[in-house]
C-alpha cells in the first residue's frame, strides 16, 4: 500500500482512548453507564419536522441533484427570515448564506479555502479542536488564544503579538463556547471586529449554540455590531437548535466574499444535502418551537450544578449551550486522572479537559444531554454516585 498523506500526521492522536476503554470495560460488566461525554442532543427530532421530511421526501422534485449554486432556496429564505426574527439582522439569502452540511464541516472547509502555508488561524485554547486540526491539514500555522476563568474565557486581543496578527487570515471563536459554556458580550464583538478589521482578518464566529440558552438570557452575535458583516462570517447548525444532530444541516452566513469563497470550494467537494432534509429544516426554522428541550437542559443543569454544589464540589451554572465546565475537584489529580476515576468508582462518563487544549488541563467537561433521562432523574443518579465515590475531597 502507499504512504498515508503526511497531512494525516496533523491530526493529533485520540485523546478519550483510555476513557474508551474503561467504558468498554465496565459496559462489558453490565455496568450502569451514565455517560456525560458527548454533547448529542438526546430528544427526538420534533415530529413536525419528520412529517416535514416525509412530504418532501415523497415529492419527486428532491430526488435529484440540487443544483442551485448556495443551497436549497427555501432553506435559505428561511435562515434568512429565522436570522432576523431571532437577533434582528435583515440579510440577503441569495447572496449572503451557504447551505452546510453541518456547521462542523462548513468550519473545516472554510480552512481549506483561506489558509496556504505560511498562514495563521487564531483559535481558542481550550476550544473545539476542528479549527487547530484543519489549519495544521492545510498547512498553516495556529496561534492559540489562552481562554481563562479570570478573562471569562474570553480571548485578550491586546495580547496576540503584532507579528502573529500580520500574518493572520482566519480568527476562529465560539460563543456560547465549547467546551466552557461561556458567552461572548457586545463589546467583545465591537472590539473584535475592530481588530480584525485593523488587521485584514476573517472573524469566523461559531454560534453553534446559539439559541441553547436558559433564564431567559439571549446570545448576541457579531452582526448586531457595527462593521460586523464587513469582517465576519458566521456559522450555524440545526442540531442544537432542533435536535438535528443525525441531519447533518447548517448554513454560513456573513460577509458576501467569504461565503462566496467557501461555497466555491464546496462545489467541488459536495453535492449539498438530500434536498428533503433541507425542506425539512426550512419547515423547522420558520414553524418549530423548541423551547421544551432548551427547559429539560435547564433543569437537568439546575439538579447538576445545585448537587454538586451541595456535596462539596464548586460548579457554576452556564447560561448557555449544554456543558457544564468546572475545576477538578481534587487538585492532586490531572483532568484524565480524574475522568479515569470517576468512570471507574462512580461508572459516570465525563470529558477530561485536556482534550480540548493545554488550557484545558485542570478542568472536566459534563454534558446535559443524556439519552435515556426522562426528567432530571439521571442527573440525580450521578450526584448521588459522585457524592459516594470519595472523589469530592471534605475540604473542597
Known amino acids: 500500500m502507499p504512504a498515508r498523506s503526511k497531512r494525516l500526521d496533523m491530526i493529533p492522536p485520540y485523546l478519550f482512548a483510555e476513557i474508551s476503554r474503561v467504558k468498554a470495560e465496565a459496559i462489558a460488566s453490565g455496568a450502569d453507564i451514565i455517560d456525560l461525554g458527548i454533547g448529542d442532543p438526546d430528544l427526538p427530532t420534533p415530529q413536525p419536522v419528520i412529517d416535514a421530511l416525509l412530504r418532501a421526501a415523497n415529492d419527486p422534485s428532491t430526488h435529484r441533484y440540487d443544483e442551485t449554486p448556495r443551497g436549497w432556496v427555501s432553506f435559505l429564505e428561511a435562515a434568512a427570515e429565522w436570522y432576523a426574527k431571532e437577533f434582528g439582522v435583515q440579510l440577503d439569502p441569495a447572496n449572503d448564506f451557504v447551505q452546510l452540511i453541518g456547521s462542523k464541516e462548513g468550519l473545516a472547509h472554510l480552512a ?27 498547512g498553516g500555522e495556529v496561534y492559540e488564544t489562552p481562554l481563562l476563568t479570570e478573562n471569562g474565557f474570553l480571548p485578550v486581543l491586546e495580547d496576540i503579538p503584532s507579528d502573529v496578527a500580520k500574518r493572520a487570515k482566519l480568527f476562529y471563536v465560539c460563543y456560547p463556547h465549547n467546551p466552557t459554556g461561556a458567552t461572548a458580550t457586545k463589546e467583545f464583538y465591537e472590539d473584535a471586529v475592530k481588530f480584525c478589521k485593523d488587521h485584514d482578518i476573517l472573524l469566523v464566529n461559531d454560534m453553534a449554540y446559539a439559541t441553547v440558552a436558559y433564564d431567559g438570557y439571549t446570545n448576541p452575535t457579531v452582526m448586531q455590531v457595527e462593521g460586523g458583516k464587513d469582517v465576519a462570517i458566521e456559522f450555524h447548525s440545526l442540531s442544537k437548535m432542533y435536535n438535528m444532530t443525525g441531519w447533518r444541516l447548517g448554513f454560513a452566513l456573513g460577509n458576501t466574499e467569504a461565503v462566496n469563497n467557501l461555497q466555491r470550494l464546496k462545489s467541488n467537494i459536495d453535492s449539498k444535502q438530500f434536498p428533503a432534509i433541507a425542506e425539512a ?12 428541550t432548551i427547559a429539560m437542559y435547564q433543569r437537568r443543569r439546575d439538579i447538576l ?37 470517576l468512570l471507574q468508582r462512580a461508572h459516570i462518563v465525563a470529558i477530561p479537559g485536556n482534550g480540548y487544549g493545554t488550557n484545558g488541563e485542570g478542568w472536566v467537561r459534563m454534558s446535559l444531554t443524556l439519552a435515556g433521562d426522562t426528567d432530571g432523574e439521571r442527573f440525580n443518579e450521578a450526584v448521588r454516585r459522585i457524592a459516594a465515590s470519595g472523589l469530592i475531597p471534605s475540604s473542597v
Open 112 to 138: 481549506w479555502t483561506y489558509i496556504d502555508p505560511g498562514d495563521i488561524s487564531i483559535v481558542p485554547n481550550p476550544g473545539y479542536t476542528v479549527y487547530k486540526v484543519n489549519t495544521l491539514m492545510a
Open 281 to 292: 429544516g426550512a419547515y423547522a426554522l420558520r414553524s418549530v418551537d423548541n423551547s421544551h
Open 305 to 341: 450544578c445545585d448537587g454538586l454544589n451541595s456535596i462539596g464540589w464548586k460548579v457554576t451554572k452556564p447560561k448557555s449551550a449544554f456543558y457544564v465546565w468546572s475545576r477538578v475537584p481534587n487538585p492532586s489529580m490531572t483532568s484524565a486522572e480524574f475522568c479515569k476515576e
